[in-house]
Every structure is written in structure tokens, then in C-alpha cells.
């Protein structure tokens, strides 16, 4: 099936529909990779927000229904990639591979060097994911009390 679908900047009112599905998304990663607290289950619609008003979030929209999201945090030429979220009724569809081309395109017009995002080295479709982007692993950490893998892509 052939899917259409618009990426574009986030905006204060599509805070809810960014917040929800972020919910979803972090409860599924939560259960897959068995971590209960996790910062972006603990996220309220005002930090969503404030997000939207501060960095660069984009979203992902088919049929007017929101059904992706990534964040962008950009200092100089480095930059920090979190809350990617594609709904589960979406994935394999292109929208998260789309989402990354529309970061990629944004970071490189920015002048960003480096892309640094973290995420459960357990959780193997991810980890693919990622991988297939062109981001490698630069390290494992266990500061926050799980393996993460810190992941990064050089411009």
C-alpha cells in the first residue's frame, strides 16, 4: 500500500496529538525493553510544549492524524536527536525514514557536524534502524542503569 504523508515543523497546537503519541510510543519501548522510568514517560503536555517553543520538533502527518515525531536539540555545529516516534499502526511505511532525510536535511542546513542520539542497545529493530541511517555506536553507557548505546552521525 502506497502511504502519503507530509512532514513539517511542529506547532503549539499540535502539542497534544505530539504528546500522545510519544505516550504510546515510550510505554511500547518500556515494555520491550523492560525499563518502567524512563524521562519521556514522565513528560507533561506543558514540557511537550516548551519543547515544540525551544527546539526543532517535526512531525509526521497522515490524513491529518500525527503519526510520527522526532526532536531536535542543535548547539553550534553539534546537535542531540531524542524523542523519535513513529505510531505502531505507521511503522514500515517510510515515515520514520522520512522523518530522519527531513533531519538530516535540517541539521546539515544548520551547519551541524554531529547527530548524537541515545537509545536501549538492547531493542534490536531500533538499533537496525538506526544503523541503516548511517549513525554507529561510539559507546555503551550505564550511567541512567541499562546498557544505551550512544549513537552518532557525522556530517
Do not use: W
Not at 12 to 23: K, W
Amino acid at each position: 500500500m502506497l502511504y502519503s504523508f507530509i512532514i513539517r515543523r511542529a506547532t503549539m497546537e499540535d502539542a497534544p496529538a505530539v504528546f500522545s503519541i510519544l505516550r504510546k510510543a515510550f510505554i511500547e519501548y518500556s515494555k520491550i525493553t523492560g525499563l518502567d522510568n524512563l524521562d519521556a514517560l514522565n513528560e507533561t503536555m506543558d514540557d511537550v510544549r516548551k519543547e515544540i517553543e525551544s527546539k526543532a520538533v517535526y512531525i509526521a502527518v497522515i490524513d491529518n492524524k500525527i503519526v510520527g515525531t522526532v526532536r531536535l536539540d542543535i548547539h553550534g555545529d553539534q546537535a542531540y536527536l531524542s524523542r523519535f516516534a513513529v505510531d505502531s499502526d505507521s511503522r514500515n511505511t517510510g515515515v520514520g525514514k522520512s522523518l530522519m532525510s527531513v533531519v538530516d536535511k535540517h541539521l546539515k542546513e544548520k551547519g551541524v557536524k554531529k547527530v548524537t542520539l541515545h537509545t536501549a542497545s538492547k531493542h534490536g529493530a531500533l538499533m537496525r534502524f538506526y544503523y541503516g541511517r548511517g549513525f554507529y555506536c561510539e559507546a555503551i553507557e550505564t550511567d541512567r542503569g541499562y546498557l544505551r548505546a550512544r549513537l552518532v552521525k557525522e556530517y
